[in-house]
């Protein structure tokens, strides 16, 4: 019976050694993280001025200025044709389209829709094709919206769908 149990004891040392190193393995893999399908060169380039203008666009919502939404908008889209990669380009199709709404709009509340759509679709290329640790995702659960702001100005939290009644209403997400 001790030698069963002696055995059972050197067994699971051995288990818990290989354990230990399989933890140190997996830990250096995540060191050398493969980023080749992340655009940190001339396209992340390009994709930050997309977000540049997008916080002007920002901006002007929280402010409620509808001409200015309607200019920055054009901004935004013209930021956006600059990019070259095609597969960033077709992920911001749908964001294109609400973009031109937002230009033509003449209801503040309909451009806050399609805002949001916008947010969206950039957000998406952001967390997944192109980086950048100075904008993060924010969440207004009483309006159900999303946007991105610039944290590296401000973390404050400026709610461009509800900026008369709740202004600083949502969290980053």
């Known amino acids: 019976m001790k030698l069963l149990s002696l055995m059972i004891l050197i067994v699971q040392v051995g288990f818990a050694q290989d354990h230990k190193h399989h933890g140190q393995k997996m830990k250096s893999e995540k060191k050398e993280m493969n980023h080749s399908a992340h655009a940190h060169g001339v396209e992340n380039k390009q994709f930050n001025k997309v977000l540049s203008e997008y916080e002007s666009l920002h901006q002007a919502f929280f402010d409620e200025k509808l001409e200015k939404t309607k200019t920055q908008a054009k901004s935004v889209s013209a ?93 980053k997400k």
Request: charge should be positive; aromatic fraction near 8%; include cysteine.
């Open 79 to 171: 930021a956006i044709s600059e990019i070259k990669d095609p597969e960033i380009l077709k992920l911001l199709t749908y964001t294109q389209k609400k973009l031109t709404e937002l230009q033509n709009s003449t209801d503040l509340d309909k451009s806050k829709e399609a805002m949001n759509v916008v947010s969206q679709g950039i957000l998406n290329v952001l967390e997944k094709h192109a980086p950048n640790k100075h904008y993060a995702r924010y969440y207004c659960p009483m309006v159900k919206k999303y946007w991105i702001q610039n944290i590296k100005d401000s973390e404050k939290v400026m709610n461009p769908y509800a900026s008369t009644s709740m202004p600083h209403c949502g969290s």
